[in-house]
């Protein structure tokens, strides 16, 4: 059917150029690969009556409930605030969370749900970190070595928060996102793709490019998100090495107690901030910045608890914000809001254990990254999350699991990614 294959075919180019937040970039809220979603939309309005039936993932009634019911606390935030609490940018992130559910969640998913293929999906995804490491590594040695900074060549309407980090040992690329700790977000994000597409020679290629690309970046959570999913996918996926990780957990932390104390490797370290930031301790500006914004998000929290303060206050009172999805909600759309969208969180991580096959360790890896991130910042309106949550619903529909204890979730912890189970 050639109206499925041009819509696969979009899909393709989302995958792929999923982590273009700034390159080709019209505007902050026109950015390409937000043009390849509204290029679907529209292709699949037109080709509506040529394609299957359009229907949300089987197993998603819940979060699905929990999505309609945010919306529902978002629209009334929104409504009590323009009266009692107005501020500039309330209709604009009213909107945007808006755009962000029903296009985003409800419709991309019913798109992957009941079009595109798990290998396509695994296939794409894969191509997509190839791409971004590629570029990350081709900016980074061409800034560093021959003063050439292609990274503005594709900029138009959307700069971003900078084009290059300058530290004092290396420039860090933002290419094509709009700073190096989104770059790492992605490379995290795709590469367990990578991992489980490519085979041979090519896939250890990568993984001295993706290990590369993350240090050059110079991103602490990327770094730490970086090496604790490698322990836990040597946990999972090498039984016969389980103790050999827990031992190399403990040896992680002794081994930075003795480089700390080497010069070159403490310089880096020293530019890093990485214990300082994981610390919140304040001597930095990205962990006083940090750790200001989560107090603020509470206090404001608890100033309004039932409906918030509304759409994009955390924003309007903070130049950056809140910096952690989870306290968005809670500041801007109050206690409600924050419970249910830890509920739904919670959902997503449940069915991602239970995936079917060796992908599911892969696939954990993934949205591990992106848990992180959003834990430590605002992504309610980072793609890469809602390009991966509509997967793992695809993955765990084809896993043709019902409702399965969590029991098998410890299950699946203690013994690996070897795991299955018969469930009628």
Not at 321 to 348: E, H, N, Q, T
Request: hydrophobic fraction near 50%.
């Amino acid at each position: 059917m050639k109206a499925k294959v041009i819509i696969n075919n979009i899909a393709k180019a989302i995958f792929l150029f999923s982590s273009f937040t700034v390159w080709f970039a019209l505007t902050p809220y026109l950015r390409w690969n937000i043009f390849l979603i509204l290029l679907l939309c529209g292709v699949n309005a037109i080709l509506y009556l040529s394609l299957p039936k359009l229907s949300l993932p089987k197993d998603s009634f819940v979060e699905n409930v929990i999505m309609i019911m945010l919306v529902v606390i978002i629209s009334l935030s929104f409504i009590f605030n323009i009266i009692f609490n107005p501020h500039p940018k309330l209709l604009s992130n009213f909107l945007g969370m808006l755009v962000v559910i029903v296009v985003f969640y409800f419709y991309y998913n019913a798109v992957i749900y009941s079009y595109i293929k798990t290998d396509l999906i695994i296939k794409w995804c894969a191509y997509g970190g190839v791409l971004v490491i590629l570029i990350s590594v081709l900016d980074g040695v061409l800034a560093n070595f021959f003063n050439i900074r292609i990274h503005d060549w594709f900029v138009y309407g959307f700069p971003g928060n900078a084009s290059y980090f300058d530290r004092a040992i290396w420039s860090s690329p933002c290419s094509p996102c709009v700073e190096p700790a989104e770059t790492a977000l992605y490379i995290n994000c795709l590469f367990p793709f990578c991992l489980y597409y490519f085979k041979g020679i090519k896939k250890y290629y990568l993984i001295i490019l993706y290990i590369f690309c993350i240090f050059e970046l110079f991103s602490s959570a990327g770094i730490f998100t970086m090496i604790t999913g490698a322990l836990f996918y040597l946990y999972m996926t090498q039984p016969k090495m389980k103790m050999f990780t827990i031992l190399g957990v403990i040896f992680f932390f002794l081994l930075l107690l003795v480089i700390y104390y080497s010069e070159s490797v403490s310089y880096y370290l020293e530019q890093l901030a990485f214990v300082e930031k994981i610390t919140l301790s304040g001597e930095t500006a990205s962990d006083s910045d940090r750790s200001d914004a989560w107090a603020k998000a509470i206090a404001d929290g608890l100033k309004s608890p039932f409906l918030g303060n509304g759409p994009g206050y955390g924003k309007d009172t903070r130049e950056t914000g809140y910096l952690s999805l989870f306290l968005l909600m809670l500041g801007d759309y109050g206690i409600i809001a924050f419970l249910l969208f830890i509920v739904f969180w919670f959902l997503l991580w449940y069915k991602t254990f239970l995936i079917k096959g060796r992908i599911r360790v892969y696939i954990i890896l993934s949205f591990y990254s992106v848990t992180i991130a959003a834990l430590l910042g605002d992504t309610s309106n980072s793609f890469v999350q809602w390009l991966l949550i509509p997967i793992i619903y695809k993955f765990y529909n084809n896993s043709k699991y019902s409702l399965i204890p969590v029991k098998y979730v410890v299950k699946i912890l203690l013994k690996g990614n070897n795991v299955d189970f018969k469930v009628k």
